[in-house]
C-alpha cells in the first residue's frame, strides 16, 4: 500500500460507547497529524506528533485521546463522545525539519455519533 | 493569530471557461503556501506549495502565483473533472518547540459544467 491509509472509513456510534480510528502512512515520513473537518468550516488541528512524541494539543476536550506508538501509526480513541463531534477525521503526514513541508492526507473516517 | 481568507465560497464555470480562485492571508513569517484540492468523500489531495513572493507553479490546467497578501489557483479552459473544492493553507515559523503547522481557509467550490 502506499499513502495515508485511514480505518475505519465509516463509524456511526452511541454517546457511550468506546472505538478507535486508525492511521498508517507508507511515505517515510516522521510526523503525523489529526484533524477535524465540519461542513463550512476550516480543517481544524487536533493533535501534532514528532516521531511518536505529542508536540501540540489544540486544546482538543478529553475525550478525545490520541496514541502514536511508532512513526508510522497513529490512533485515535473516542469515548463519550457528543452530538456534535459528527464530523470527517483527517490524518496527515508529513516530513518533519524541512520548512514548507506539505502534508499528505488519508481519505479519513466519517463520524456520526447518535 | 495566522488567518487564510479564499474567495468566492462557490464558483460555477462552462468548460473552457478560464477564471481564478483567491486566496488572502496573514501570517507572521510565511514558510509555505499550499493549494489542495479535495473531492466529495477523499481526503485533501496536495497540489503545489509555493514558498516566497513573486513564485508561479503550473501543473496541467492550474497555475499559482504568490505575493506577499494573497495567493491565486488560475484555471485555463476547466474541464468537468476540474470540480472540486480548493483549499489553501499557509504555514508560519513555529513558536520555540512548536510544531510545524498549517493553517486552511474554508475552500472554494468548483463546478465546471460541460
Known amino acids: 500500500e502506499t499513502g495515508v491509509t485511514q480505518t475505519p472509513r465509516h463509524l456511526v456510534m452511541g454517546m457511550t460507547n468506546k472505538k478507535s480510528l486508525k492511521c498508517e502512512q507508507h511515505?517515510?515520513?516522521?510526523?503525523m497529524y489529526w484533524y477535524k473537518q465540519s461542513a463550512k468550516k476550516p480543517l481544524e488541528l487536533m493533535f501534532v506528533?514528532?516521531?511518536?512524541?505529542?508536540?501540540e494539543n489544540n486544546s482538543v476536550p478529553s475525550r478525545f485521546s490520541p496514541e502514536c506508538p511508532n512513526s508510522s501509526h497513529l490512533f485515535l480513541h473516542l469515548h463519550t463522545l457528543q452530538p456534535e463531534d459528527s464530523a470527517l477525521y483527517l490524518c496527515?503526514?508529513?516530513?518533519?525539519?524541512?520548512?514548507?513541508?506539505?502534508?499528505?492526507f488519508g481519505d479519513g473516517t466519517r463520524l456520526s455519533i447518535l | 493569530e495566522d488567518q487564510v481568507t479564499q474567495s468566492p465560497e462557490a464558483l460555477r464555470l462552462q468548460e473552457g471557461e478560464s477564471s481564478s480562485l483567491n486566496c488572502s492571508y496573514t501570517?507572521?513569517?510565511?514558510?509555505?503556501l499550499f493549494w489542495y484540492r479535495q473531492d466529495p468523500g477523499k481526503g485533501p489531495e496536495f497540489l503545489f506549495t509555493?514558498?516566497?513572493a513573486g513564485e508561479e507553479k503550473e501543473k496541467e490546467r492550474l497555475k499559482a502565483t504568490l505575493t506577499k497578501k494573497e495567493s491565486f489557483l488560475h484555471i485555463t479552459a476547466p474541464k468537468p473533472e476540474d470540480s472540486a473544492t480548493y483549499l489553501c493553507?499557509?504555514?508560519?515559523?513555529?513558536?520555540?518547540?512548536?510544531?510545524?503547522?498549517?493553517?486552511f481557509g474554508k475552500g472554494t467550490k468548483l463546478t465546471v459544467n460541460p
Open positions: 496527515a503526514s508529513s516530513q518533519e525539519g524541512g520548512a514548507g513541508q506539505p502534508q499528505h
Open positions: 511515505l517515510g515520513h516522521n510526523a
Open positions: 506528533y514528532n516521531f511518536k512524541e505529542q508536540t
Open positions: 501570517v507572521s513569517g510565511l514558510r509555505g
Open positions: 509555493l514558498y516566497s
Open positions: 493553507a499557509v504555514q508560519a515559523t513555529p513558536e520555540k518547540g512548536g510544531s510545524e503547522k498549517l493553517v
